[in-house]
């Protein structure tokens, strides 16, 4: 399961409004409610959100329950 509570502590840090990442990282409001959501989006829409952000990977999101093969 994928989670992007990382992404909410890092605006939350960053003092960032979630419709300010909208227009800073160029996303849709429909990409934004399948983050609110912890839906899977493309990498694409990841690496938008970490270069407006100025961060890394991890401080966006997190792959939870992940099995082994």
């Given at each position: 399961m994928v989670?992007?509570?990382?992404?909410?502590?890092?605006l939350k840090q960053k003092n960032i409004r979630k419709?300010?990442?909208?227009?800073?990282?160029?996303?849709?409001s429909t990409t934004l409610t399948k983050l609110n959501k912890n839906e899977i989006v493309a990498l694409t829409v990841i690496v938008k959100i970490?270069?407006?952000?100025n961060c890394q990977?991890?401080?966006?999101?997190?792959?939870?329950n992940?099995?082994?093969?």
């Amino acid at each position: 399961m994928v989670s992007y509570e990382k992404l909410w502590e890092t605006l939350k840090q960053k003092n960032i409004r979630k419709h300010n990442l909208m227009e800073m990282a160029d996303i849709s409001s429909t990409t934004l409610t399948k983050l609110n959501k912890n839906e899977i989006v493309a990498l694409t829409v990841i690496v938008k959100i970490c270069k407006a952000l100025n961060c890394q990977i991890e401080d966006v999101v997190k792959i939870n329950n992940v099995d082994m093969l």
